[in-house]
Every structure is written in C-alpha cells, then in structure tokens.
C-alpha cells in the first residue's frame, strides 16, 4: 500500500515539475528570444499603381507567431499562431447559402409581411365613432376652460372689495388706490439709506477677502516654486536624472535597426529645386552613409522610391530598465520629494 502512495506522488511531482519547467521555459523565451519585424514602403507613379504601398512583418520564435500588415489601397491584416489563422482583416465572405438566408423577403421577414397582410383595416362605423368622440372631447375641453376663467375673474373682485390695511414691520400699508402721505415717505428714509450702507460694507467686505485670498494663492505658489527649485537643485535629482539618461540611451540603441536602407527619386518642376535637394542630401551623406540614396529627375515631377527597415527588439531590456529604475533609492526618494512627503 506504502509503495502505491509513494508511486502517485511521484506522478503527481514529475507532472508538477513538467508544468513549471514549461512555465520557467515559457518565461525564458518571452524575454530573451527578439522579436523580429520588417517595414519595406514603396512608392510608384502611375495609372494603375497605389500611391503607397506598405509591409509590415511582425515574427516571434521561428515564426510561431507571425503577423503581417499591407497596405495598398486598402487595409488588410492577418495573425498566425504556427499555421492556424487566429485573426484576419477583412473576413472572408460566407458562402452563397447562409447568403441567401440573410436575404429579405425570405424566413420571418416574409412571416412579418404576410401578418401585416392580414391586419385589417378600420371600419367606417368605428371612425366615425372615433370622430365624434374627439369632437365631444374638445367642447368638454372648452367648457372647462371658460368656468377656470369665470372663477378667478370673480375671485379677483372679491378680493378687491375686502381689501384692508395690512401690518408690515409694526407699520400700516394704506389702502390700495390712496397715495402714501409725506409723513410716511419721511419716516422710510431710514430705513432706505441704512440698506444702502448695509449694501456698501458687504461690497468692501468683499473685496477685502478677495484680496486676501488671491495673495495667500500668490504666497503659495512662490513656496511652491521654491521648493521645487531646490528639489531639481539638489543631488538625488542630478542621480536619478543622470541614470534615466542612460537607461533611454540603451533603450534607443535596442530600437535601433538592423538594416535601413532607402532610394529615392526625386524631380520638381524647377531644376534649381531639384538642385538644391540633391544638395542638401549630399551634406546629410555623413550622418546617414550610404545607405541612404536620392537620385534626381530634372525632367518632369517625380517623387518614387523604396524603404526598407529590418530589427529586433527583446522585452528583457525593457524589463531591465525598469526593474533598475523602480528600486533605486534616488528614484523613490525623489517620487517622495516630488509629492512633498519628505518636508
């Protein structure tokens, strides 16, 4: 029984270890095997040609993963994982059966025109019924209307009959239709020119805290901008800019491709232009080598041409740089000086 057990176990470990060496393997490629692209653009004048022609080749582990891109007129894309298409732009067009399904006039399309064949129509009796009801609707409608209006046309004269002197602020309003004597137009002056002066301080008020608080604002923001002065100032960010530096440095020189070559055509209608754009290539000749070529046409507009760009990238550089960057202690304690938790 003890020899079954340990035997399982076994199975159970070997499949364990099968499993993370697949995993471990998995990883070791993802980072370390490149990832190999290739562009090539052309360009050719005429009738029947596209005006640009892309190429876009993407491959990953001796083609395992193959993704391919053209562009000539239209856009067109395709995925392969060995030799199965996963995805494909455009789709294929079904076949002429599922076609003709879809097609009106078949299934429930025409299911729904023979419902609607058979609904029937209103009869008479019942629209001249319908008439007549909106009729009757609109003299009910009416007659509302003209008792709201007989309502309050007599309410307001009821109102007018029983109006009376009413108490504002322990005084007496006089009767409407009577003009205010001068006694009572004295004793309000007060009562107007202290609103005036109540209206006057809450304006000064105002403005006095809105002074207040746009120099506070001014005050820190110049704290603000001295701080970070002397945060840029200080070493921890002369360190940590200096090793970003050179991290995007090795970043660049990863993108840099392998092979970039180019051939150009160019002609204007001027042979002077044409002239000075040779030239002007011929003083760019020791930054780009020959490996990039401009020829001209000085006798009719032309501008064709080939390039073609072949690299790799691997992912394990990315990874480097940024596992390098995440745990240094200048970066961290700069991230820290930046969001002021170090003051």
């Known amino acids: 029984m003890l020899h079954i057990l340990l035997l399982i176990l076994k199975i159970i470990g070997i499949l364990l270890l099968c499993v993370l060496g697949v995993l471990v393997l998995g990883i070791?490629?993802?980072?370390?095997?490149?990832?190999?692209?290739?562009?090539?653009?052309?360009?050719?004048?005429?009738?029947?040609?596209?005006?640009?022609?892309?190429?876009?080749?993407?491959?990953w582990l001796f083609h395992f993963v193959n993704v391919l891109v053209c562009f000539a007129g239209s856009l067109s894309v395709r995925a392969r994982l060995m030799l199965f298409t996963v995805f494909r732009l455009p789709k294929r067009k079904r076949r002429r059966g599922s076609a003709k399904a879809d097609e009106p006039g078949n299934g429930k399309d025409s299911e729904a025109g023979k419902r609607r064949k058979t609904e029937k129509l209103p009869t008479a009796r019942e629209a001249e019924s319908g008439g007549t009801g909106d009729s009757t609707g609109d003299e009910r409608k009416n007659e509302e209307i003209r008792t709201a209006e007989e309502t309050v046309s007599s309410g307001v004269t009821k109102g007018d009959e029983k109006g009376t002197a009413q108490a504002v602020d322990g005084e007496t309003t006089v009767e409407p239709g009577k003009k205010p004597a001068w006694w009572e137009k004295l004793r309000s002056i007060p009562k107007i020119l202290r609103g005036i002066f109540e209206k006057i301080r809450s304006i000064f008020e105002n403005i006095q805290y809105t002074i207040q608080n746009i120099c506070d604002k001014i005050r820190s923001?110049?704290?603000?901008?001295?701080?970070?002065?002397?945060?840029?100032?200080?070493?921890?960010?002369?360190?940590?800019?200096?090793?970003?530096?050179?991290?995007?440095?090795?970043i660049a020189k990863s993108l840099k491709p392998d092979r970039f070559e180019t051939a150009l055509v160019i002609g204007t209608d001027d042979p002077a232009t044409t002239g000075k754009i040779l030239a002007v290539c011929g003083m760019l000749y020791p930054v780009f080598g020959p490996q990039v070529n401009v020829a001209g046409d000085f006798e009719r507009k032309r501008l064709e041409g080939r390039v073609f760009i072949k690299g790799k990238l691997r992912f394990f550089t990315f990874v480097r740089v940024a596992v390098k960057i995440y745990f240094n202690k200048d970066i961290r304690k700069l991230y820290g000086l930046l969001k002021k938790e170090a003051v």
């Not at 980072?31 to 005006?51: D, M, N, Q, T």
Request: hydrophobic share 40%; with cysteine; net charge neutral.
């Open 221 to 250: 923001i110049s704290d603000t901008i001295e701080y970070y002065r002397g945060v840029i100032e200080g070493e921890t960010f002369q360190r940590s800019f200096a090793l970003c530096k050179k991290e995007l440095l090795t």
């Open 28 to 59: 070791v490629c993802a980072l370390f095997v490149p990832v190999r692209y290739r562009i090539e653009v052309v360009r050719k004048e005429g009738a029947e040609e596209p005006p640009v022609a892309a190429t876009v080749k993407i491959t």
